[in-house]
């Protein structure tokens, strides 16, 4: 059975940081290529795609966070990480990991970013 663990998440001010951890289990992780996606408020049935990381490490950013999002990933540790800076109101959203392209049936609970002063 697949699950995806995120976490990390909280309330953070404009400005500052999170990172966030995603475990993965019962896949071979480092068969995939891996995607942070998020959810914001009013588009509940929509899943963006802010950043992704291949099997060889290649990673490729949405617009909107490139410059201040950073992907990563630790295959010994079946373990993807989000390091976010330079937060702004409008990454407020539910943040998930996922294979990219996502598989519909792996997503988890997803963890809560809100920035807010």
């Known amino acids: 059975q697949v699950q995806l663990v995120e976490s990390g998440g909280g309330l953070v001010e404009p400005g500052g940081s999170l990172r966030l951890s995603c475990d993965a289990s019962?896949?071979?992780?480092?068969?995939?290529?891996m995607g942070w996606y998020r959810q914001t408020p009013g588009k509940q049935h929509e899943f963006e795609l802010v950043a992704q990381i291949g099997r060889r490490d290649t990673t490729k950013y949405a617009d909107s966070v490139k410059g201040r999002f950073t992907i990563s990933r630790d295959n010994a540790k079946n373990t993807l990480y989000l390091q976010m800076n330079s937060l702004k109101p409008e990454d407020t959203a539910v943040y998930y990991c996922?294979?990219?392209?996502?598989?519909?049936?792996?997503w988890g609970q997803g963890t809560q970013v809100t920035v807010s002063s």
């Open positions: 019962g896949i071979i992780f480092s068969f995939y290529a």
């Open positions: 996922n294979t990219a392209p996502e598989i519909p049936m792996y």
